[in-house]
C-alpha cells in the first residue's frame, strides 16, 4: 500500500474519532469520495492500526444506529420550510 494512503487513512480514522462525524461528512471535508473513507476506515486501517481501527467502527457502528433519526428529522425540516412558504 502507498504510504500516502495509509497516511490518509490514519487522518481521516482520527478526524471521525475527534469529530464524531459521518462517512458523508469525513468525505466532503477531505474532498474524497464515501467509498474511499469507508475502506480507509474498515479495510485499510486495520491492517495499519487495529485498535484506531476498532475505535472508529464503534463510531461508525453509532451512527449507522441513529441513521434512521437524522433520515427523519431531515423531513420534518423539509416539511416544515415548505410549510411557512
Known sequence: MRSYIEERAVIVAKYILEKNTTVRQT???FGVSKSTIHKDV????????PSLALEVKRVLEKNKSERHIRG?????????????V
Open 27 to 29: 468525505a466532503k471535508t
Open 42 to 49: 474498515t479495510e485499510r486501517l486495520e491492517e495499519i492500526n
Open 72 to 84: 427523519g428529522m431531515a423531513t420534518k425540516l423539509k416539511y416544515e420550510r415548505e410549510k411557512k
